[in-house]
């Protein structure tokens, strides 16, 4: 009975911690500019935002809409994780070229493609 | 790019300089004061730049998570830091109370320092970029230079009419930027995401006075259930002990050679 509490317990807060199907969105950097500008994601599921820099030089993506940020460094590739987020539109920038490199994330009940 | 070397030096090290302005205020003054702000800058500046020569590598490390590790494990050791200098300020021997505050400081230019670091040394020397670069910085150096001399004037006349008001600046300071690094554990996975709510539009973090208010109070305009939890539990836990220790502490505070 005991054995059971404990592992109800561990399932429900590994739960909690780890979402186990995240689908995976694409944003690339080239030449200080986001590729595709507008990401549309699902609305209230977490996502694996991957970002890839092309560029020499770091960038740092940055979203107080969606509270994240995150330094790419040259020729690099990084993963953050966002949401769940409710249907909106949230925007994001290059915190290094803050004049070129600016996007935005629009989430759609069911939506799951970006252009 | 003077624009953005100026946004940038303010939103990463303008919480450096506020941070020596409360230090200059609480250490009565000195040799040990100029040995903590003199130890502690030196330790972290030289920290911050030998994590940056090793940048891309660390940034590599797990999973692409390197820095945030840095970032995230720097900001609670802070907090830890500040628990245990309030806890144990006139109880313990004030070569130990210098040695943490030291530490602190260095944690704090190691991690203001650093973000800086890597956008400076990325495009330093990149043709045409160099002036509007040296501009930023001079503009943001002489802008938190004159933030931070205003803070010391207030926490001076708090200091003396209001000590105990005076003492919640640093806990406030520290439960701010400890609450504001658990976006890092979100983005990496570890924790659930889930915004509170927005106060971007009649309050917008790309503003002067928010980025002011967020290296004083690590203001975020949507913050997280996450950050928000460790906001409350940083401000509830440093609170307590600075109103469990007020006595020693107010104790400590008019005693001007505590430190020396």
């Known amino acids: 009975m005991r054995q059971k509490w404990i592992v109800s317990c561990i399932l429900l807060l590994s739960s909690s911690f780890v979402n186990a199907e995240t689908k995976e969105f694409l944003l690339e950097i080239k030449d200080h500019l986001f590729f595709p500008s507008t990401v549309i994601l699902p609305a209230d599921e977490k996502v694996r935002l991957v970002i890839k820099n092309h560029d020499n030089s770091p960038e740092e993506f940055d979203s107080f809409d969606l509270n994240r940020e995150k330094v790419i460094f040259g020729g690099k590739q990084s993963v953050i994780y966002i949401g769940p987020l409710g249907p909106g539109k949230y925007e994001f920038f290059g915190e290094y070229h803050s004049d070129t490199a600016r996007g935005m994330v629009v989430v759609e009940q069911g939506e799951n493609n970006a252009d | ?260």
């Not at chain 2, 500040?82 to 004030?94: E, Y």
């Not at chain 2, 070569?95 to 400076?120: E, K, P, Q």
């Not at chain 2, 930027?177 to 659930?192: D, K, S, Y």
């Open chain 2, 1 to 260: 790019m003077l624009i953005n070397s100026l946004f940038l030096f303010l939103r990463d090290l303008l919480p450096l300089f506020f941070f020596c302005s409360i230090l200059i205020v609480f250490l009565a003054g000195g040799k040990a004061r100029n040995m903590i702000l003199a130890y502690g800058l030196i330790l972290g500046s030289v920290s911050a730049l030998l994590v940056s020569q090793f940048d891309s590598s660390i940034a590599s490390f797990a999973s692409g998570n390197g820095f945030e590790i840095i970032l995230f494990t720097s900001t609670t050791l802070q907090t830890l830091l500040l628990l245990l200098t309030l806890c144990t300020a006139n109880r313990v021997d004030a070569r130990l109370v210098a040695a943490m505050l030291t530490a602190m400081l260095a944690l704090i230019s190691l991690t203001s320092g650093l973000n800086f670091l890597i956008y400076f040394s990325s495009y330093w020397g990149l043709q045409g970029l160099t002036l509007p670069m040296i501009f930023g910085v001079v503009i943001g150096a002489g802008l938190s230079l004159s933030l931070a001399i205003l803070l010391y004037f207030l926490l001076q006349l708090l200091r003396e009419y209001a000590p105990l008001l005076s003492l919640a600046f640093p806990v406030l300071f520290i439960s701010g930027h400890f609450a504001e690094v658990f976006h890092i554990l979100e983005q990496m996975n570890v924790l659930e995401s889930q915004l509170m709510w927005s106060t971007q539009s009649w309050l917008p973090e790309q503003s002067e006075i928010t980025l002011i208010l967020a290296s004083l109070t690590g203001y975020e305009a949507t913050p997280t259930r996450w950050q928000l939890i460790a906001y409350l539990c940083a401000l509830a836990s440093l609170l307590a002990c600075l109103l469990l220790r007020r006595r020693q502490l107010l104790q400590a505070l008019s005693d001007s050679e505590h430190l020396s």
